[in-house]
């Protein structure tokens, strides 16, 4: 049974940091991952997502603030958020797929989702 976990949401000022992990467990086969979020009322979004090659893609609006990395020892997914803005605040939440390209955005291609977890920026 596959499972994503995440950790790591909270609160912080503007111009803070914050670290998201999201703990992959159960799949069989190879499969990669992508980073979205949501604010209420609103369609999710694709912050992050990898090429086949492993290269971390990004949504222009976290581009050069935002960093994520797998961490293949581990099974881990994480999210590092420099720079963060009051308009950032949003349900985070990691999803999975199976196979290496993991686009952002594209939310229908993605099997598995954890949980979310929240992060609010204040101003």
């Known amino acids: 049974q596959v499972q994503l976990v995440e950790s790591g949401g909270g609160s912080v000022q503007a111009g803070g940091s914050l670290r998201l992990s999201c703990a992959a467990s159960?799949?069989?086969?190879?499969?990669?991952m992508g980073w979205f979020r949501q604010v209420p009322g609103k369609k999710r979004e694709g912050v992050a997502g990898?090429?086949?090659?492993?290269?971390?893609l990004y949504a222009d609006s976290v581009k050069g603030r935002f960093t994520a990395s797998f961490d293949t020892a581990d099974n881990s997914l994480s999210l590092e958020m420099n720079s963060l803005r009051p308009e950032d605040t949003a349900m985070y939440y990691c999803?999975?797929?199976?196979?290496?390209?993991?686009?952002?955005?594209?939310?229908?291609?993605?099997?598995?989702w954890g949980q979310g977890t929240q992060v609010t920026v204040s101003s």
């Open positions: 159960g799949f069989t086969s190879k499969y990669c």
């Open positions: 999803a999975a797929r199976t196979g290496s390209w993991c686009p952002v955005g594209q939310e229908s291609l993605y099997t598995y």
């Open positions: 990898f090429t086949t090659g492993g290269q971390a």
